[in-house]
């Protein structure tokens, strides 16, 4: 079966720091990949995803990923937290068959003023 | 013009009682979901339906059974609800590409 990782459970930075949240996932064929984030007391919103061409990705809010096919991870960046960055993330991965959606367990970031 | 909507937003109520959450979208997609989300955050999908078919169920317990009068709404009802089904429960709704979550209900069972 599907599955996605996140290694990182909790992050705490200090405001402009760099971030960078793992993501894995076990699939052999072709995969769709996004990462969503949840801020406190909030629903999960689309940060980025990537479906083909340029595996760097960029998304809203500065967010970027990166699409390494031979390591099967989607790892976030973000070169510069900011307090506002504080969330929930959640990795998510798409099979092309279907209308399945595979979550990670999520990273709870916090980022210190 | 919500995209994903969700009723109540929040819910409390005893132990062994019925309830329902209702799930409305207007985005014409074809299949809707339903994720549980714990005091840990972790979400768990229990059901999703596409054009009014069951193709996932997630071995939620058959107290939770997911109802679908058209392709958009996709209601939760819960019976003889417990104190562990206290969670946060998302409705998303997706077109393949991406999945659009409702903002959520906060159900906590005392």
């Known amino acids: 079966a599907q599955s996605v990782s996140q290694h990182n459970h909790h992050v705490i930075l200090s405001e402009a720091a760099s971030l960078e949240l793992g993501c894995n996932y076990s699939y052999g064929g072709t995969v769709n990949l996004f990462w969503y984030v949840q801020y406190p007391g909030q629903h999960l919103q689309l940060l980025l995803k990537?479906?083909?061409?340029?595996?760097l990705v960029k998304g809203i809010k500065g967010f970027e990923a990166e699409f390494i096919k031979s390591k099967f991870s989607f790892n976030l960046r973000k070169p510069s937290v900011q307090w506002s960055d504080t969330a929930e993330y959640f990795c998510a991965v798409n099979t092309n068959t279907g209308n399945q959606f595979y979550f990670g367990t999520g990273t709870s970031l916090t980022v210190i003023p | 013009d919500t995209a994903v909507s969700q009723t109540p937003k929040y819910l409390v109520t005893q132990m062994g009682n019925d309830k329902s959450i209702k799930c409305e979208q207007n985005l014409g997609h074809d299949t809707m979901y339903w994720y549980k989300q714990d005091s840990k955050k972790f979400l768990k999908i229990m059901f999703s339906?596409?054009?009014?078919?069951?193709?996932i169920n997630e071995t939620v317990p058959n107290r939770f059974s997911p109802k679908s009068p058209d392709k958009a709404h996709l209601n939760l009802h819960i019976n003889s609800l417990e104190l562990g089904d206290s969670a946060v429960y998302f409705c998303?709704?997706?077109?393949?590409?991406?999945?659009?979550f409702g903002p959520g209900t906060r159900l906590t069972v005392l």
């Open positions: 998303a709704s997706s077109q393949i590409d991406e999945q659009f």
């Open positions: 339906y596409n054009n009014k078919e069951l193709i």
């Open positions: 990537y479906f083909s061409g340029d595996p």
